[in-house]
Nanobody, 118 residues
């Protein structure tokens, strides 16, 4: 049973930085695509960054050049370094895993960690 547990969410002032982590357990093998999503109440969940098993990354335009996704290959733990935070970055942030490594269908999700920027 795969579990993803996010941490690192906090309340910060605009311009500040945060680093989110996502610890995976119960993963049987292979190297999944890991991604970060975020959601604001009343809006759809938005994919913001993804990283494949070979380290290829992709970002949505609103976070490109401010956020960096990385991964500890030893345990598939993804990180999201968030710099120059803006109030519009306020959301619940989720990590997700796509076992196929296609970064398309995410079978596993964490419970979320709240980021608030004021």
């Amino acid at each position: 049973h795969v579990q993803l547990v996010e941490s690192g969410g906090d309340s910060v002032q605009a311009g500040g930085s945060l680093r989110l982590s996502c610890v995976a357990s119960g993963y049987g093998g292979g190297s999944p695509c890991m991604a970060w999503f975020r959601q604001v109440p009343g809006k759809e969940r938005e994919g913001i960054a993804a990283i494949t098993s070979d380290g290829s990354t992709s970002y949505t335009a609103s976070v490109k050049d401010r956020f960096t996704i990385s991964k500890d290959n030893a345990n598939d733990t993804p990180y999201l370094q968030m710099n120059s935070l803006k109030p519009e970055d306020t959301a619940m942030y989720y990590c997700a895993a796509d076992p196929s490594d296609y970064c398309y269908i995410y079978n596993y999700w964490g419970q979320g960690t709240q980021v608030t920027v004021s």
